[in-house]
């Protein structure tokens, strides 16, 4: 079984972690919806991928050297740069899973407090590149998730320190193995991003648990298409 994550919401056709890519993911169908989150100068929690504002707004310099009433009035092709709190009062209502990643540790505290703000958590992972992060949101009961993009030597000393719910490997840093140790002990895997029929296809030979992609339109497609169990 098989499931569908839209990577920065429905990035690959709408403004990427705008509520319009998000809300665009979730009337496809899509089983998750992942975001990434970082701080404006005034400790704002915003969504947002990239450091500096340059590549999605035309704007020089750092997110975190602008504060929120200057990044409010910025617009991604037309869109609203949204705060967690306005994608989460949206996303409290929807039946999807919900993944955050957070792009900077020195927020964890700051957007564990606006999490425990919304009824979620039952469908929430928090997920990180910053791996040093995790034991703490998970011992606030959520679930967790690493990411990384390199393939571990020894995956069960990998993940000793986190213990996460969740890994979320590169797609071309996956193999057999690493599915089979992570579902021995009971971690689901999601492999990102997933863009085209042949990476579908090849996380499926892996039984991988999620796929993250840009084109949720077309990945649901070809799930359908290929008669691969999805569900809810």
């Known amino acids: 079984m098989i499931k569908v994550i839209g990577h920065r919401g429905m990035s690959g056709k709408y403004p990427e972690n705008t509520l319009l890519?998000?809300?665009k993911a979730i009337e496809l169908g899509v089983h998750g919806v992942e975001f990434d989150v970082r701080s404006t100068q005034d400790n704002v929690i915003i969504l947002f991928h990239d450091e500096k504002l340059d590549r999605l707004t035309g704007i020089s310099g750092y997110v975190r050297s602008r504060t929120y009433?200057?990044?409010s009035k910025l617009r991604v092709r037309g869109e609203k740069i949204p705060t967690l709190n306005e994608v989460l009062e949206f996303l409290e209502k929807q039946n999807v899973t919900i993944f955050v990643e957070i792009k900077e540790p020195d927020i964890v505290d700051k957007v564990l407090e606006i999490l425990d703000n919304y009824k979620i958590k039952d469908r929430l992972y928090v997920i990180s590149f910053y791996h040093n992060i995790l034991p703490k949101v998970k011992s606030r009961d959520y679930r967790v998730g690493m990411i990384f993009v390199c393939r571990p030597s020894n995956f069960k000393?990998?993940?000793?320190?986190v213990e996460p719910n969740v890994i979320l490997p590169r797609i071309d840093m996956i193999d057999e193995e690493v599915v089979n140790e992570a579902h021995n002990l009971g971690i689901e895997v999601v492999a990102w991003v997933v863009n085209?029929?042949?990476?579908?296809e090849k996380a499926r030979s892996l039984n991988v648990d999620w796929v993250a992609t840009d084109y949720p339109d077309k990945i649901l497609k070809y799930v359908k298409e290929s008669k691969i169990t999805s569900y809810m």
């Open 196 to 200: 085209d029929r042949d990476l579908l």
């Open 69 to 71: 009433e200057f990044i």
């Open 21 to 23: 890519a998000i809300k």
């Open 157 to 161: 000393k990998f993940i000793e320190d």
